[in-house]
């Protein structure tokens, strides 16, 4: 079994913020979002969408 390493992250750098499933993922355009969410509903799994308003948002997820 491979140890296990902590995800070296900082709140104050947006280059390394990971949260929930899509903070994961490369930026994507809208059509790319709606096929995840269609994915993963077509696996019977519950997503969890995060929004906030435009001038809060960052630049991508």
Not at 23 to 29: K, V
Not at 39 to 50: A, D, F, L, Q
Request: with cysteine; charged share 25%.
């Amino acid at each position: 079994m491979s140890d296990v390493q902590d995800y070296k992250s900082s709140l104050s750098s947006t280059e390394s913020r990971k949260f929930e499933t899509f903070s994961y993922l490369p930026a994507m355009n809208d059509g790319q979002i709606r096929k995840q969410i269609e994915y993963i509903v077509s696996k019977g799994w519950n997503p969890g969408i995060e929004h906030c308003e435009p001038e809060n948002a960052f630049q991508n997820y």
